[in-house]
């Protein structure tokens, strides 16, 4: 049993077997799902856990509560990794009262149809009196689906957050901000952040305004670590993310059948890293899924994008990695676009679609392109883009 305060308590638990968060998001290092209960005068759970996740959750609970009944389950979020146990809580707590709004309540039909004696609806500002603690409901809506709201508990300042502020990435052993060294969990929350929120960065952004000036001393979210002794640094991440703000670094994303697109994506990496830039990460499209280029994409503000042609049009693993990009829609950055081909430049020409389609301009005389493999005649071209590239970088 972790204690968040005097009557707070963390129930989450480790996915250490799930392969893909929600069946697309690679997990190399695993997810967390954390659930929290108030033993108050009077009790509730907030958010359960994915089905199956952890056989000792009704246990847990029980244990957490020393006999006593469970009142309320308070829904901030849908989603089945943290509602899927609403109809075990149910079948163990028959009186408990589900506390969530109507856009909520509506989700929550046609996952688990709840009797209608069982349901508690609240609003934006609606507050629920548990003793010492007193829970704020703030509807917080698109962060990430349109039920999304969070519970902000008044005694101990504690800001139930739900996805935002969430990551990937188990907690091995340590729950709190002070128990880790977050540089893990930084990356693994970009990748969260870009995977999963970055689309509703508007979202976000209201989400924030709503929030102004409340104060907010501990935030437990729904996935990744508790933060009690620095909110204000996952706060302050957010903001950046949610803004759009990126670092002076170029991501080259590439898709190549046969190396020749990959080498000019090479060359293009070291004509950039003689003007000075040192942060280039260059991926190969084929090899490393989406989610983390997205991540990548989203910490730098270059992106340059190649395709080889693939019949007559980009290379199957650039079109997804471009889907990724159209859904998310990173904003600010400063794109390239090349591509290569045999007999036409339908790789770069899909690409330079793409963009327009995204309403993302495109540096220099774009795209630069090469017949074939490339050539030290294509070199001058390189460095042309590389000049102008560089220059735009740097405003
Ligand atoms: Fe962690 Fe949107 O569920």
Known sequence: MIRISNKVFYL????RKKF??????????????NSYIIADEHTALIDTLEYGSNPDYLSDIDACLGGRPLEYLIVNHMEPDHSSMIGEVLRRYPQVRIVANSKTFKILESYYPVPSENILQVGDGSRLELGHHSLLFVLTPWVHWPETMMT???ADRILFSCDAFGSFGTLDGGVFDD???????????????????????????????????????????SHGIIWRTDPGKV???????????SEKGVVIAFASMY???????????????VRGIKDIRVHDASRTHASFILSDIWKYKGLILGSCAYNTGMHPMMQLLVHEISVSAPSGKVLGIFGGSSWNASGSKALMEFAAGAGMPVV???????????????????E???DKFAEELGK
Request: with cysteine.
């Open 364 to 382: 220099g005389n774009a795209p630069i392109e090469f017949l074939g493999r490339p050539y030290p005649e294509d070199i001058g071209k390189i």
């Open 384 to 386: 042309a883009f590389a």
């Open 12 to 15: 989450g638990t480790n996915d």
């Open 259 to 273: 190396g020749n697109t990959e080498k000019f994506a090479d060359s293009i990496a070291r004509a950039l890293a």
């Open 179 to 221: 128990e880790v060294n977050f540089s893990f969990y930084e990356d693994e929350m970009r990748r969260y952040y870009s995977n999963i929120v970055g689309k509703w960065s508007g979202m976000v952004r209201k989400a924030f305004k709503k929030l102004e000036g409340v104060p907010v001393d501990i935030i437990c979210p």
């Open 235 to 245: 706060l302050s991440l957010y903001d950046k993310w949610s803004r759009y703000e």
């Open 152 to 154: 902000y508990d008044t």
């Open 20 to 33: 893909l968060f929600e069946n697309n998001w690679p997990l190399p290092n695993g997810v967390a799902y």
